[in-house]
Every structure is written in structure tokens, then in C-alpha cells.
């Protein structure tokens, strides 16, 4: 598949991309990666970007959404994959991914305001901006009042970011310059044309954390959870009984049903926007949740075997005289 050449909203010149991000010289072709949504599950991000930097991949810019629009800044910030793995480990256990969230009482809006996990990014990238990062990047948030795709480059990273992981109903949205943004999931939860049409890139490598298709009509993916066993004791039913009742991710209830209606539309974006990528990347995880962050060396590992497999076909992006012919790499990752 031959990408078309479009030049990014902000300036460029092919001297300030060289010496910026150590592209391979004047004939090199310039690699994009785009790193999808997918709660938890975007901790493999890190694991596919510590392979590219031990293989010496050059990347020139990133787009990001959801989780990968997170792991994403953090890299074209300066961070590389040997400390994005050490924020990951940082969630060592459920508590601590509790701490970071900020409840609203009454969940009006949202269950969380989301303003802690967006300070908890910013001890890594403070205030700074777009124009201040290393590595160029893109971050697709949803515009709430258009109904459309927004793609923030310019501007404090973190704002962009925080509206970009704002999952629908879990997080409150976001307000930024007269706007309400939400996660960029819902509107392109892998946005490889995005990537094309604001940044100059030659070739997309794309990795896509999300479940398939194929293993929610097999059974096989836990995204929603397994449904739980009703208890034997009388006293024990009674408490199961109330507290499906007030839990609104329960399986069958509101936030359960809006979850897998987006699920299912996002599924059927990816697939479209996965034609449009050169490489695709897909870790594969049966064994999952959106909060699972404590288990990141799982995912970690899953990242890293996904684009190991990969490099033959991202190698030969590089070579701009071999006829290339789009490829996709999908290996599975049981739970123990």
C-alpha cells in the first residue's frame, strides 16, 4: 500500500525532522506509529516501543488515543521504553490504581473526574506543550458537541491527553476552549488515516490492543468480565442481589449494555482503519479487563513478543526500492 505524503498543520523542514529524530538520511523513509485505545491493555504499547528502539526503528511521529494517546506523550517526551515500563510497574496493585481515581458523588457526569491520572502525567511532562516534545505527536480526543474526531497538535499535552482517556461514561468529559471532549476511542479508536493526513510519514505501523471480533463470538475474551457465579448461602445471595443492583458495570446493567454497544462499534472502525496501516501490530490478550493495570508485565511481554514478529515486515519499510505488501502480526497471550 502506498501512503500519501501530507505535510503536518505545524512547520516542517526535512533538516530539523533529521536531526530531531534520527531519521536515516535524506532517501530514508519516515515511519508513524499509531497506538490504539484499549484501557489496561495499551501497557503492551510499551513493550512494541521497547523493541523498536532496541532494533534501532526510527519512528518520526505518533498518534495516539485513549491509552496509547498516554504511553504515547510520555514517549515523545523523552521518556523511552525502559521508563515507560517503569511508570507501568509504578500500578503495582488495585489499590493503587484506586488511588489515582477521584469519585463524583453523585455520578452525574461520570464515576470519575479524572483529574488525578492527569496530574499523575504530569510529573512527567508538566506543562509542556506540542511544539515542545522530542518526537512529533498527535492525540484524537471526541468532540462531544460536533460529534466528530478532534485531533489536538498544538497546546499543553496533558489537557489533550486527558480528554483523549476520558472513557464515556466512566470519566467525566473534559471542557477545553469552550468544548467537551471525551474518549478518542469512540470515534477512532485507531487512527491511522489521522496519522497520514497531519503528519508527513511515508509508511504506518499500526498497534492495535483491542480484542477481535472473533473472540467475543468464540467466548473467549474477559474485556466485560466473567459472570459471576451466584453464592450458596442465603445471606451471601441476598448481599450478591444489592449489590448488583448499585453496581452499574454489573453484567446486564446500564454501563455493562453502553460498554458493549461501544465495543462493538469500535471493533468495526479498527478493522477499516487497520487496512490502511502497512504493519499491523496485534498483541492478543483472552485474559483482560480495562483496569487491569496491575498485571502489566503481562502485557508488557505480549507487546514485546507482537513486534518482534513484526520487525522482518517494519524492516522492509525501510527499504524504499522493495515492492512492500501489507502485513499483520497477531500472536495470542493466555492468562496462567
Not at 37 to 56: D, F, M, T, Y
Not at 237 to 246: G, Q
Not at 250 to 273: P, S
Request: net charge positive; with cysteine; hydrophobic share 40%.
Amino acid at each position: 500500500m502506498t501512503a500519501a505524503l501530507h505535510f503536518p498543520v505545524r512547520g516542517w523542514s526535512r533538516a530539523e525532522e533529521s536531526h530531531k529524530h534520527g531519521s536515516g538520511g535524506e532517501n530514508s523513509s519516515r515511519l508513524g506509529l499509531v497506538l490504539s485505545s484499549g484501557g489496561s491493555r495499551g501497557l503492551a504499547h510499551a513493550g512494541v516501543i521497547q523493541v523498536l528502539e532496541e532494533n534501532s526503528i526510527p519512528i518520526a511521529a505518533v498518534a495516539g488515543c485513549s491509552m496509547g494517546a498516554y504511553v504515547g506523550a510520555l514517549w515523545a517526551a523523552g521518556l523511552d521504553g525502559k521508563a515507560l515500563e517503569g511508570r507501568a510497574r509504578e500500578i503495582k496493585d488495585r489499590a493503587t490504581f484506586k488511588s489515582l481515581l477521584d469519585f463524583i458523588v453523585p455520578p452525574s457526569e461520570g464515576l470519575i473526574r479524572g483529574e488525578k491520572i492527569r496530574q499523575h502525567l504530569e510529573r512527567d511532562l508538566g506543562r509542556r506543550t506540542f511544539a515542545e516534545l522530542k518526537r512529533e505527536l498527535i492525540v484524537v480526543a471526541t468532540d462531544l458537541d460536533r460529534l466528530a474526531p478532534h485531533v489536538f497538535s498544538t497546546g499543553q499535552v496533558s489537557h489533550a491527553v486527558h480528554a483523549s482517556a476520558a472513557i464515556p461514561a466512566i470519566c467525566a468529559p473534559v471542557h477545553l476552549n469552550g468544548r467537551r471532549y471525551a474518549d478518542g476511542g469512540a470515534t477512532e479508536p485507531l487512527p491511522v488515516r489521522l496519522l497520514r493526513e497531519h503528519c508527513r510519514v511515508d509508511h504506518v505501523i499500526a498497534v492495535n490492543v483491542m480484542p477481535g471480533q472473533e473472540d467475543f463470538e468464540k467466548g473467549q475474551d474477559t474485556t466485560f468480565g466473567n459472570r459471576c457465579q451466584v453464592p450458596r448461602s442465603a445471606a451471601s445471595r441476598l448481599l450478591f442481589r444489592l449489590w448488583r443492583k448499585v453496581n452499574l458495570l454489573a453484567h446486564g446493567n446500564v454501563l455493562d449494555t453502553f460498554r458493549r454497544a461501544l465495543m462493538a462499534a469500535q471493533l468495526r472502525l479498527i478493522t477499516k482503519e487497520e487496512a490502511a496501516a502497512d504493519v499491523v501490530i496485534h498483541p492478543r490478550f483472552t485474559a483482560s479487563n480495562w483496569h487491569d493495570f496491575e498485571n502489566f508485565g503481562h502485557y508488557l511481554q505480549a507487546g514485546r513478543d507482537a513486534a518482534t514478529a513484526a520487525l522482518p515486515a517494519i524492516r522492509e519499510l525501510l527499504q524504499p526500492t522493495t515492492p512492500l505488501a501489507r502485513h499483520e502480526t497477531r500472536l495470542e497471550h493466555l492468562s496462567a
